[in-house]
């Protein structure tokens, strides 16, 4: 057992032993509260210490290497080839910091969930296991399994400790998500079979088809492209697959609105970079136009939805999938800074959205309402928390010196330079993104933290406490590092993205774009 | 003629021999012990189901072949549907001894019927004769008709008992007379003849063949519930006790597709004459609209029950168009897989639901589940499992069983994926309604006067051996896939040694 398999599997091994310290002392009479503070701590130790495994990670990792390592691979089910095949490569390694970054977090940011802490915290657990899974698998069954088990937690997650509309947007969340993903199953089975049926490896099978071996036929291939697109482009969610999301995002819990926005929404946007585009590398390039303008839509879209929102959360929610835009946008732009631009710029908004979200319900709880137009003036009862949604906010906008900047910044300037048609006209209708999202963020802030308190509750709101601290500094220092010193994150996944890059549009125009470059 | 040369061979028998001696052996301490030998009526039971279940583990040593002239074969699809009967039995068996507490009904009885239906069932999985299909189909039938009716006090019952009586005699005759044309026109019963009559061309009348084949596939079809032969289902399954229901669901379902598949995939398999190409492309394009037909009519109607016992029987027929597509891969292996997994969630569901639901069927209705989801997580837990490995999703039995034959079906038959698009579409399709119990058990307030059910010893037993078998099947199907998918020697001797 090495070390990735560890770092995956301590969540759950955490979620069995919640399961069975509840049912243990929970026999012998310890009452319910005392067990749920208990259940807490539980968690936050296993989220912490995987965190604190998963940094292991780092000093072993070689930045020059494009393939995956710190592999592990066993047979798992040998008649179809399925192999228990994990490792770690640059375009997944900060996803998977990130994922246990994130989780303690929001478990913080989960403290006041009184409704049924234990089972609450094996979702989680178990969610954390799952997402885990879909970064670390170079095979395709493992990857699909994982990518299924996160719906099931989430699904509850929402369900059961979501707000007022909380079964729609659970059901809706569920249904979109396993559309997609089901057809991806078909279009896995068929590559596998393609590729022989022995193997579900993904490095091998990329390696087949960049060299030849495997030929997928012109007709199908179209269709298996769009099936893995469909489950990604769900998850991701791009315009106009993305109604599921406001929703879920709303009736969701804080710490799940965190990690669904952190994480599970990276899940399809890393899918396209690890299926889509190596995989059909000739369809990625006929289709980048289309995807493109797709992404551009979300952009606009998302911002000018987001601008009219009186509730907040669902503002975060709509800014998301501008944001997320602006990532699939990098994606199909297939240059090198426009590629590490979108790895980044997932990062960013794991880090920033999962902050935002966090404040929102920082506030909610204080108050339970999310309606912009319920505050005004926050400011002066609540200095600090001001201070920090304030830097996140100039952060998700593209701020300078902030993370969000880095990442929007090289996915423009890649896009524009990129040789997929119309991409300099995207790249100039995405810029316009930029600006409409200071547009609702600042417009936000202001009708939020500044001006005179115009309401009575609001004037002897309680600042941000010691706990809520914890969960929020994290993020905001982060936003901070992740803004200075981009290249100590941009370094490690450079390889891998390249290995992609050139599979999709070949080495010749690497070399093209370093003439240019000089 | 020796007794030898017509294969006499007793151990080749055994697993039915030994049930069926156990169900006499019931029936006799039942009738010398005091009233309500309940546990010790369960307790012969398990013993005998579980020595059956070695006996059929203990057959594959005896080799691939046939027995007494061919009635009998030892093959693998007879040894794996073999288990999947016995374990569907093992956990009747384990659940019933609570039920028949609860209803205050006569244990005796029950466990030889339940036993005489798990004999006919094994006999039909080793059937290599017409006649023996004809045999062991009648005696599981007809002890599942009683049954069907043994709440004998209760309306619904007797009408389940009814209407599964003379529907499934109804389609005992359309199997019988397809049986009957299918000798007429190759001059035997016995199915390896038939198959080398087919495939030398030597059919005295091939259109009174093609007429007899599709009269048993109309006969076989009635038995596993597909469309346009499923009418009967819902109705016997909402009224028959939940645990009956369970265990229709499974045993006799997978006992008669190990008969289906012996007739039609291996019986009726690819042959180069001209009678045989005809014979396989008609039944498996008649066999690919009736699976595309069943399972979206499951599915479909599916979405629209409120009662659990209804719903699931919609999903059975689903289930079935599910297992025929891996049928028309020709290759067993994804069909036993399939039918164990599904046997295995399916008993699981119907366990919680015949504790839910308690003595009399009383709360069958979904709307009563609500919020029962944390109230009862012993029992609301593993039905969501077994709704969630139903719906197929991952690491559970239903998925990797789905997955099986959605592989297998694009692998070998280019001209059937339409049928996995199909089955595919139906799958989410099914989502949506599998889904509905786990919302209003987990995500409605609980409802008022919910009494939280007593769950006794062996109840539990037969919970987390589903459960886990649930995920056993779903994470580690390794080694039994490898042992479906091992190249046997096929003997084709007709005498056995």
Known sequence: MKLITIVTFLPLLGAVALFLHGVFWASRGTSGEKLDEQYRWITIFFTVLTFVVSLLILPGFDSSIAAPQMVEKHDWITSFGVQYFVGIDGISIWLVLLTTFLMPLSVIASWHVTKRVREYMIFMLVLETGMLGVFVSFDMFLFYLFFEITLIPMYFLIGVWGGERRIYAAIKFFIYTVVGSLLMLIAIIAIYLYNGGMSFDIVEITNNIATGRTVIPGGVKFWLWMAFALAFFIKVPLWPLHTWLPDAHVEAPTAGSIILAGVLLKMGTYGLMRFNLPFFPDISREMAPWVMAFAVIGIIYGALVAMVQPDMKKLVAYSSVSHLGFVVLGIFAFTETAMQGALYQMLNHGISTGALFMCVGMIYERRHTRQIEDFGGVATPMPNFSTMFMIISLSSLGLPLLNGFIGEFLILIGTFSSDVPYAKMFAVLGATGVILSAVYLLWMLQRVMFGRVTRRENAELEDITLREKFGLIPLVAMAIIMGVIPMMFLRSTEKSVNSVREIVVGKLERVAVTIQKD | ?497
Do not use: C
């Open chain 2, 1 to 497: 003629m020796q007794l030898e040369n017509l294969g006499l061979y007793y151990w080749a028998i055994a697993p039915e021999i030994i049930v069926s001696v156990v169900a006499v052996i019931i029936m006799m301490v039942d009738a010398f012990s005091a009233r309500g030998a309940r546990k010790l009526n369960a307790g012969i039971a398990l013993v005998g189901l579980v020595a059956t279940l070695i006996s059929v583990i203990m057959l594959e040593r005896l080799g691939t072949g046939s027995y007494f002239s061919g009635m009998v074969v030892i093959d693998p699809i007879r040894i794996f549907f073999s288990v999947t009967i016995l374990l569907a039995a093992i956990v009747a068996t384990l659940m019933a001894s609570q039920f028949l507490k609860d209803e205050g009904l006569p244990p005796g009885e029950f466990f030889s019927l339940l036993l005489f239906a798990t004999a006919g069932m094994l006999l039909l999985a080793a059937a290599g004769d017409l006649v023996t299909v004809f045999l062991g189909l009648e005696i599981a039938s007809i002890t599942s008709y009683v049954l069907a009716g043994y709440r004998r006090y209760d309306l619904r019952s007797n009408e389940s008992s009814l209407k599964y009586f003379l529907l499934g005699s109804f389609s005992t005759a359309f199997l019988l007379y397809g049986m009957a044309l299918t000798y007429g026109a190759t001059g035997s019963t016995n199915i390896q003849k038939i198959t080398s009559a087919i495939a030398s061309g030597q059919v005295t009348y091939p259109a009174l063949l093609l007429v007899g084949a599709g009269m048993m596939m109309v006969g076989f079809g009635f038995k596993i519930a597909s469309a346009p032969f499923h009418l009967w289902t819902p109705d016997v399954y909402e009224g028959a006790p939940t645990i009956v229901t369970g265990f229709m669901g499974a045993g006799p379902k997978a006992a008669v597709f190990a008969a289906f598949l012996r007739v039609f995939a291996v019986g009726f398999g690819p042959q180069d004459s001209p009678i045989g190409v005809q014979l396989h492309s008609g039944w498996v394009t008649s066999l690919a609209v009736i699976a595309a037909l069943t399972m979206t009519i499951g599915n479909v109607i599916a979405l629209s029950q409120k009662n659990i016992k209804r719903l699931l029987a919609y999903s059975s027929i689903a289930h079935a168009g599910y297992a025929l597509v891996g049928f028309l891969t020709g290759d067993f292996a994804p069909v036993a897989f399939y039918m164990l997994a599904y046997s295995l969630m399916t008993l699981g569901a119907f366990a919680v639901i015949q504790l839910l639901a308690r003595a009399g069927d009383q709360r069958t209705e979904i709307a009563e589940y609500a919020g029962i989801g944390f109230e009862v997580p012993a029992l609301s837990f593993p039905l969501a499992i077994f709704l969630l490995s139903l719906a197929g999703i991952p690491p559970t039995a239903g998925f990797m069983s789905k997955f099986y034959i959605f592989r297998s079906a694009w692998d070998m038959n280019p001209e059937l994926r339409w049928l996995v698009l199909v089955a595919v579409i139906n799958s989410i399709i099914s989502v949506y309604y599998y889904l509905y119990p786990i919302v209003i058990m987990f995500f409605r307030p609980l409802v008022p006067g919910f009494i939280k059910p007593r769950i006794a010893g062996l109840t539990m037993v037969a919970l987390i051996l589903t459960v886990l078998g649930t995920f056993y099947l779903g994470i580690l199907p390794n080694g039994l896939m490898n042992a479906m998918t091992k190249p046997v020697a096929v003997v084709s001797q007709i005498t056995g040694r």
